[in-house]
């Protein structure tokens, strides 16, 4: 008798199932890509960058307009979101981001007016912050106790550059 190699059966049932699994995973990409589950792209400056989602912050809305209250994410990239289900971000609320050692970087979109009191306060990894025309108010402790090298992105001749020179901050144009 011949020493025949079996060889395994694929069966047309197992190919059907790993296609249609396959299928799913990639309508279901398409899908929450198209939703902005994973951020919309949007402009800081000269940066563009993903969105975070908008779950990963906590808000109180007003008349349309959006105030951040707490940021719950250990994200080290926060690109902030423009709008939170429709409504304008407006405010970065007083202690929002306090104390948050994860964030080296934050952009803030265009449209936000106020970052108020001690937004940032003691973010010791905070090295970068990107700072729109838009704001047009900063509270005074809201980049206190930052890292070593922590800068100012912004507009020359913008708020937040006047803002800076004031308080001794670090302040680079955004080009």
Same mark, same amino acid.
């Given at each position: 008798?011949?020493?025949?190699?079996?060889?395994?059966?694929?069966?047309?049932?197992?190919?059907?199932?790993?296609?249609?699994?396959?299928?799913?995973?990639?309508?279901?990409?398409?899908?929450?890509?198209?939703?902005?589950?994973?951020?919309?792209?949007?402009?800081?400056?000269?940066?563009?960058?993903?969105?975070?989602?908008?779950?990963?912050?906590?808000?109180?809305?007003?008349?349309?307009?959006?105030?951040?209250?707490?940021?719950?994410?250990?994200?080290?990239?926060?690109?902030?979101?423009?709008?939170?289900? +429709? $409504?304008?971000?407006? @405010?970065? %609320? &007083?202690?929002?981001?306090?104390?948050?050692?994860?964030?080296? *970087?934050?952009? #803030?979109?265009?449209?936000?007016?106020?970052?108020?009191?001690?937004?940032?306060?003691?973010?010791?990894?905070?090295?970068?912050?990107?700072?729109?025309?838009?704001?047009?108010?900063?509270?005074?402790?809201?980049?206190?106790?930052? +890292? $070593?090298?922590?800068? @100012?992105? %912004? &507009?020359?001749?913008?708020?937040?550059?006047?803002?800076?020179? *004031?308080?001794? #901050?670090?302040?680079?144009?955004?080009?």
């Amino acid at each position: 008798m011949e020493n025949v190699e079996k060889k395994p059966k694929i069966s047309f049932m197992s190919i059907s199932i790993a296609l249609i699994v396959l299928l799913v995973i990639i309508v279901g990409t398409v899908v929450a890509f198209i939703s902005g589950f994973f951020g919309d792209e949007i402009k800081y400056g000269s940066t563009k960058a993903k969105a975070l989602p908008q779950n990963n912050f906590s808000i109180e809305t007003d008349d349309g307009n959006v105030k951040i209250i707490s940021f719950n994410s250990e994200a080290s990239t926060v690109a902030i979101p423009k709008k939170f289900e +429709g $409504d304008k971000l407006k @405010v970065i %609320g &007083e202690e929002s981001f306090r104390e948050n050692n994860s964030i080296y *970087k934050v952009l #803030i979109p265009d449209g936000v007016e106020v970052i108020e009191d001690k937004a940032f306060y003691y973010c010791v990894n905070l090295q970068y912050v990107y700072i729109p025309d838009s704001v047009t108010e900063i509270g005074l402790n809201s980049f206190m106790g930052n +890292g $070593d090298n922590f800068t @100012v992105y %912004g &507009e020359k001749d913008s708020y937040a550059e006047e803002f800076c020179k *004031k308080h001794s #901050i670090q302040f680079k144009e955004d080009k």
